[in-house]
Nanobody, 118 residues
Framework: QVQLVQSGGGLVQAGGSLRLSCAASGLTVISSAMGWFRQAPGKEREFVAAIDRSAHVTYDDRFTISRDNAKNTVTLQVNPLKPEDTAVYYC????????????????WGMGTQVTVSS
């Protein structure tokens, strides 16, 4: 049984930084494509970042995605934060980066709220 357990998030000030973690069980992050999405109120869920065996991509330069193979976790860092980054952030696992970008997701995390105050 695959589980993606997220941690981090909450209320943060604009200009600050954010670190979200996703701990995987039932799969290994080094063998899967792992990604992050976000969904703001009234908007569709959108791609933020992804990493697989050979590459990583991000929504813009403020986002950094990394992987800790020993801990089997994936981390998203955002710096600096903007009010428009306010959303529920979701961890995801899929076949490769292209599949994630097409929202062909095998597993989702439960989501974590990030609110950026101005």
């Amino acid at each position: 049984q695959v589980q993606l357990v997220q941690s981090g998030g909450g209320l943060v000030q604009a200009g600050g930084s954010l670190r979200l973690s996703c701990a995987a069980s039932g799969l290994t992050v080094i063998s899967s494509a792992m990604g992050w999405f976000r969904q703001a109120p009234g908007k569709e869920r959108e791609f933020v970042a992804a990493i697989d065996r050979s590459a990583h991509v991000t929504y813009d330069d403020r986002f950094t995605i990394s992987r800790d193979n020993a801990k089997n976790t994936v981390t998203l860092q955002v710096n600096p934060l903007k009010p428009e980054d306010t959303a529920v952030y979701y961890c995801a696992a899929g076949y490769n980066i292209q599949a994630l970008r097409l929202k062909r997701i095998d597993y989702w995390g439960m989501g974590t709220q990030v609110t950026v105050s101005s």
